[in-house]
Structure formats: structure tokens, C-alpha cells
């Protein structure tokens, strides 16, 4: 049995959570998180599933639209490479498993 995946989806008032099977085949959708407005109680939420998963590993998208493409989100975003601010708490919940 193999660990499985969370998948996130950061959005600007969402936060989709997605978690995949122990086979790491199928993933579906779990939960959203609606975002609080405070940055560290989103990141101990998504800590928090992946914890409760035993999740070696956590993918991080960016749901969009064509019609998306180039709205500020996605600017913002695109401005960073590897989602910079974003991804250290990715790592940080990924490394609490190890």
C-alpha cells in the first residue's frame, strides 16, 4: 500500500482539497476550505488533512479558466515561480510525515 496524494487548488475565497487513493490512481474530491482571511489558520488547515492522509505528497494547482488567464490571481501567481510564499507550507506539512 502506497501513500497517498492531496491535491490543492488554490482560489482567491477557496481552497479545494482533493486526496487520492493509497494506490495513487484515482483522485477525488474531499473538501473546500474557505479561506479565513488569516494566512496561518489556512495553512494549519491544510496541514492538518495532510496529516490525517499520511500524504507523501502534495500537488498545488491553480484552477483556471481560459477567460481566467491573465485575471490578477493569475498574474500574481504567474510571477512567482514554484508559488514561492505559497508552497514553504506545502513543503513544511509534507516534511512533518516524513
Known amino acids: 500500500m502506497g501513500t497517498r496524494v492531496v491535491g490543492i487548488d488554490l482560489g482567491k475565497r477557496r481552497i479545494g482539497v482533493s486526496v487520492s487513493d493509497s494506490q495513487r490512481v484515482l483522485a477525488t474530491p474531499y473538501s473546500v476550505i ?3 482571511g488569516d494566512t496561518s489558520a489556512d495553512r494549519r488547515a491544510i496541514a492538518a488533512l495532510v496529516s490525517e492522509f499520511g500524504a507523501g505528497l502534495v500537488v498545488v494547482g491553480l484552477p483556471l479558466t481560459l477567460a481566467e488567464i491573465g485575471a490578477p490571481l493569475h498574474r500574481q501567481l504567474s510571477r512567482r515561480p514554484q508559488l514561492s ?3 514553504s507550507m506545502f513543503r513544511l506539512s509534507c516534511t512533518m510525515n516524513a
Do not use: F, I, L
Request: no cysteine; charged share 50%.
Open 85 to 87: 510564499k505559497r508552497s
Open 34 to 36: 474557505t479561506r479565513s
